[in-house]
């Protein structure tokens, strides 16, 4: 039985020095060895990319792309789309997007009707424009505090989401955009209201400005920069502005001043200038988020 008693304790001590040195004991002063692999590198850039389908006329796909990360987000509404045009909208947006998506989580996004969005048919309604974005943040799990950038007439859309979202909204950025008041009350009068017909989108500009109008001054107190193109206006030092242009510099002025604050930049560039530009535009994103 003793050598019973002497193979225990030898077993006893071989578990004991096990445990010791497996909490960096054992009096010796020394730690157990690490691996000598890097580690991984976190990704910078959170991609997230394809078709999401919200509800709308029995649901129908809208194409998403966003890169980066942090808040808040930016949301880039395109221009209206011509007829017959070839490439996804929202691409437009691609080059200061790459300039913010280093700070920021940045997401582009077609229409309905265009680009790599699903095709529909019939009239769509300023609240089908904003009802899509919205089921579309929200299908792809895209939460605020956001940051809109509408160029043309994607800024009234903008406009519009901004007034209807007010906690979620936190700045604007617009590129060219109309704005309420911009033509005056008789031509807002004399429009149309077929130019649907005009775009695949099958949504009316004049519409939309009506539906803007009963927001002009109640905006919500966010920042707003409005770039604006100086390029290819024919107003030089020698060919002094018409009273029309005149109007229409005091009309836009006196819409930015409703922000808070409100500024507005002239840019020597042609339009887009979401690709002309692409970095006054990035610089104009990251003071509204400030």
Not at 13 to 25: H, K, P, Q
Not at 171 to 197: H, K, N
Request: hydrophobic content about 40%.
């Amino acid at each position: 039985m003793g050598w019973i008693a002497a193979h225990a304790r030898t077993l006893t001590a071989a578990l004991l020095a096990l445990a010791l040195a497996a909490c960096g004991g054992g009096g010796s002063g020394t730690t157990p060895p690490t691996s000598s692999a890097p580690a991984s590198p976190e990704p910078t850039v959170a991609s997230l990319e394809g078709s999401f389908v919200v509800n709308g006329f029995g649901g129908h796909g809208l194409y998403l792309s966003c890169r980066g990360t942090g808040s808040p987000t930016v949301v880039y509404l395109h221009d209206s789309v011509a007829a017959g045009a070839g490439s996804a909208p929202r691409k437009a947006g691609t080059a200061f997007a790459s300039i913010v998506e280093d700070d920021q989580r940045v997401c582009l996004y077609d229409r309905r009707g265009v680009g790599d969005s699903d095709r529909v048919t019939g009239p769509q309604t300023p609240a089908d424009a904003l009802a899509d974005l919205q089921g579309l943040l929200k299908k792809a799990d895209i939460g605020g505090p956001y940051v809109l950038v509408g160029s043309g007439f994607g800024g009234l859309l903008a406009y519009l989401y901004a007034n209807g979202h007010r906690r979620a909204v936190t700045g604007l950025v617009l590129l060219d955009s109309p704005f309420p008041g911009q033509a005056g009350t008789e031509a807002l009068q004399a429009a149309s209201g077929s130019d649907e017909t005009d775009s695949p989108e099958h949504l009316s500009r004049y519409e939309t400005l009506r539906a803007a109008q009963r927001y002009a001054g109640r905006e919500p107190r966010i920042p707003l920069v409005y770039l604006t193109s100086t390029a290819g206006t024919g107003t030089t030092s020698s060919t002094p502005a018409t009273t029309a242009d005149v109007r229409a510099v005091a009309r836009r002025a006196a819409f930015v001043k409703r922000f808070r604050p409100g500024s507005l930049i002239p840019v020597a560039a042609a339009r887009p200038l979401e690709t002309t530009a692409p970095k006054r535009v990035a610089d104009a994103v990251r003071a509204v988020s400030d």
